[in-house]
């Protein structure tokens, strides 16, 4: 896969350290020798072990909880490859942490997303890969080439092994309008009707289900989202489904943030079945029985070897979401 592995390689922080292990066994490598820790006083400290002078070195971090800690990390490693002489440094973030702060809903509100993609060219990155941007327009606020993967490939084959012919009876359903697009792409993958969830959020973090547009009585649904947070959207989305007659709930993301009481509500919930990608570390803790997990260190082993080879990366993107 990779024509010259002498002059590239693979690092990793904290946040997800399986699947950066992962992404390099791929690839036919090792991680690279690097230490990142923490002195007493909670400062970030990071220290590269082996040369990497005039290497092409990726970099792989999620940016999620806790969200400060592994930014500063990312950004330290970038630093500390940039002054040794690193001829090309890659961040490689499956979650892109702060992407929902993309524009001023009210007066006064900063925005955290473009701050962030500031802070990363300044520590010294080349370029950015990731997965299902919140808001696909993020790209714009880099000076750097950045490559914005879809998980959709991975979240449709795998109910097209599991369920085969029956996804005749299925609806893919977007739990709100934001999300319509995503999942019309889904739908159209999988060769199933869509039904779109109409509703109100009156404060952050809380939804309240207004229509359904689209019929799922009598069908099984399929809820599809870019990330499950405090899980109030998709699980009051998923009892009101099942108020109206849908005989099955399932729902996917790809990103799982899974913060606050979100355990809880998916529980709790009509899901029968959450499909996750790992872009985020779950812990055994947040291993839920409902919750199946499926792996995206192939599609980013093959991004990073089209980046270091020179090669065409077009052919990774399925169904690019345009927001």
């Given at each position: 896969?990779?024509?010259?592995?002498?002059?590239?390689?693979?690092?990793?922080?904290?946040?997800?350290?399986?699947?950066?292990?992962?992404?390099?066994a791929?690839?036919?490598l090792?991680?690279?020798d690097?230490?990142?820790?923490k002195?007493s006083?909670?400062e970030?400290?990071?220290r590269?072990?082996?040369?990497?002078?005039?290497?092409d070195?990726?970099i792989?971090?999620?940016t999620?909880?806790p969200?400060?800690?592994?930014l500063?990390?990312l950004l330290i490693?970038i630093?500390?490859?940039?002054?040794?002489?690193a001829?090309r440094?890659?961040?490689?973030?499956?979650?892109y942490g702060?992407?929902?702060?993309?524009?001023?809903?009210?007066?006064r509100?900063p925005?955290s997303a473009?701050?962030?993609?500031?802070?990363?060219?300044s520590?010294?990155?080349n370029?950015v890969?990731?997965?299902?941007?919140h808001c696909?327009q993020i790209?714009?606020f880099f000076?750097i080439?950045?490559?914005?993967?879809?998980?959709?490939?991975?979240l449709?084959?795998?109910?097209?092994?599991?369920?085969?012919?029956?996804l005749?009876?299925?609806v893919?359903?977007?739990?709100?309008?934001?999300?319509?697009t995503?999942?019309r792409?889904?739908?159209?993958?999988?060769?199933?009707?869509?039904?779109?969830?109409?509703?109100?959020?009156?404060?952050a973090?809380v939804?309240e289900?207004?229509?359904?547009?689209?019929?799922v009585?009598?069908?099984k649904?399929?809820?599809?989202d870019?990330?499950?947070d405090?899980?109030?959207?998709?699980?009051?989305?998923a009892?009101?489904?099942k108020?109206?007659?849908a005989?099955?709930?399932?729902?996917?993301?790809s990103h799982?943030?899974l913060?606050?009481p979100?355990?809880?509500?998916?529980e709790k919930?009509?899901?029968?079945?959450?499909l996750?990608l790992?872009?985020?570390?779950?812990p055994?803790?947040?291993?839920?029985?409902?919750?199946?997990?499926?792996s995206?260190?192939?599609?980013?082993?093959?991004a990073?070897s089209?980046?270091h080879?020179?090669s065409?990366?077009?052919s990774?993107?399925?169904?690019?979401?345009?927001?």
């Amino acid at each position: 896969m990779i024509n010259n592995s002498s002059d590239i390689k693979i690092f990793a922080c904290n946040s997800n350290r399986t699947l950066a292990s992962s992404i390099a066994a791929k690839l036919g490598l090792s991680l690279g020798d690097a230490e990142v820790e923490k002195f007493s006083d909670g400062e970030c400290s990071v220290r590269i072990n082996e040369t990497v002078r005039g290497a092409d070195v990726f970099i792989i971090q999620s940016t999620s909880d806790p969200v400060n800690d592994n930014l500063m990390e990312l950004l330290i490693m970038i630093d500390a490859m940039k002054r040794a002489s690193a001829s090309r440094i890659t961040a490689v973030m499956p979650y892109y942490g702060y992407a929902r702060q993309d524009r001023k809903a009210r007066a006064r509100d900063p925005i955290s997303a473009k701050l962030v993609a500031n802070l990363l060219t300044s520590a010294g990155a080349n370029r950015v890969l990731t997965m299902d941007l919140h808001c696909a327009q993020i790209q714009g606020f880099f000076d750097i080439p950045v490559d914005n993967l879809m998980g959709s490939s991975i979240l449709t084959n795998f109910y097209i092994e599991k369920y085969g012919e029956d996804l005749e009876n299925f609806v893919a359903v977007s739990p709100d309008l934001g999300s319509v697009t995503r999942t019309r792409a889904f739908a159209e993958k999988l060769n199933i009707p869509l039904a779109i969830i109409d509703k109100r959020r009156p404060r952050a973090n809380v939804s309240e289900i207004m229509n359904i547009i689209g019929e799922v009585s009598g069908k099984k649904v399929i809820l599809i989202d870019d990330m499950i947070d405090t899980a109030g959207t998709i699980t009051n989305a998923a009892n009101a489904l099942k108020e109206r007659g849908a005989v099955e709930v399932d729902a996917c993301c790809s990103h799982a943030v899974l913060s606050g009481p979100a355990l809880e509500r998916i529980e709790k919930s009509a899901i029968t079945e959450l499909l996750v990608l790992d872009t985020i570390h779950l812990p055994e803790s947040k291993k839920l029985d409902k919750i199946t997990i499926r792996s995206v260190d192939e599609i980013f082993a093959k991004a990073i070897s089209c980046i270091h080879n020179g090669s065409s990366i077009s052919s990774l993107f399925d169904n690019p979401v345009r927001m």
